[in-house]
Nanobody
Framework: QVQLVESGGGLVQTGGSLKLSCAAS????????MGWFRQTPGKEREFVAA????????YYVDSVKGRFTISRDNAKNTVYLQMNSLKPEDTGVYYC????????????????????WGQGTQVTVSS
């Protein structure tokens, strides 16, 4: 059983930055691909970014490319999402999730089977 705890959300103005963290416990963190998702009320959960087990490969939804960076520190069992040039449409609850990947360099995509989820952290971008 893996527990994930997100942190780092908050209120920021348009153009600002936030860095989200997702700390994992109870499992073999380095064996999981990791993903970040977000959700706003009335909308479906949206894939944001993902990273391979060792961090060498990443994947982003088009709307955040060039602004967001996903990274991980396996020694700290933590995955990060650096968010720059934030826009009001980035507002939402951000969740991290694990994905079992059979190849260490494979990146989980939006439709991968994500096994464990955190409780989410709220990001609000004011205009």
């Amino acid at each position: 059983q893996v527990q994930l705890v997100e942190s780092g959300g908050g209120l920021v103005q348009t153009g600002g930055s936030l860095k989200l963290s997702c700390a994992a416990s109870g499992g073999s963190f380095s064996t999981y691909g990791m993903g970040w998702f977000r959700q706003t009320p009335g909308k479906e959960r949206e894939f944001v970014a993902a990273i391979s087990q060792r961090g060498g490969n990443t994947y982003y939804v088009d709307s955040v490319k060039g602004r967001f960076t996903i990274s991980r520190d396996n020694a700290k069992n933590t995955v990060y999402l650096q968010m720059n040039s934030l826009k009001p449409e980035d507002t939402g609850v951000y969740y991290c999730a694990t994905a079992t990947m059979w190849a260490p360099n494979a990146v989980p995509g939006p439709m991968a089977a994500y096994d464990y989820w955190g409780q989410g952290t709220q990001v609000t971008v004011s205009s």
